[in-house]
């Protein structure tokens, strides 16, 4: 399963920026997707996550500025990001686990893949 990732640019700070993502494959089922940034010098970390269902978390950073949401009928999962800050600055980089069809059978294994990374700069 592969996942594309679009949205990134410069913003300044105060700004928007919507960020998408698709993933692509044998899917079978898409159960969480999420977010997650690394800015230059440390690790990754969580941004935000949805299940199949809707149910959404957050990191505490950017609770009531980001909104997760997703598109099942298109496996798209999508980052609305308001007020944003420099902090934000970081590689965005998409993540979803689910169920796949392993190549031209009909038999079912799990996945998790990773989108190539999206590129998010906030100006002061």
């Known amino acids: 399963v592969q996942l594309q990732a679009f949205g990134g640019g410069l913003v300044q700070a105060g700004g928007s920026l919507r960020l998408s993502c698709a993933a692509s494959?044998?899917?079978?089922?898409?159960?969480?997707m999420g977010w997650y940034r690394q800015a230059p010098g440390k690790q990754r970390d969580l941004v935000a996550t949805?299940?199949?269902?809707?149910?959404?978390n957050y990191a505490d950073s950017v609770k009531g500025r980001f909104t997760i949401s997703r598109d099942n009928t298109k496996n798209t999962v999508y980052l609305q990001m308001n007020s944003l800050k420099p902090e934000d600055t970081a590689v965005y980089y998409c993540?979803?686990?689910?169920?796949?069809?392993?190549?031209?059978?009909?038999?079912?294994?799990?996945?998790?893949?990773w989108g190539q990374g999206t590129l998010v700069t906030v100006s002061s």
């Open positions: 993540n979803a686990e689910g169920t796949m069809f392993v190549h031209a059978t009909t038999r079912l294994a799990d996945f998790g893949s």
């Open positions: 494959g044998s899917i079978f089922k898409i159960n969480a």
């Open positions: 949805i299940t199949s269902g809707g149910s959404t």
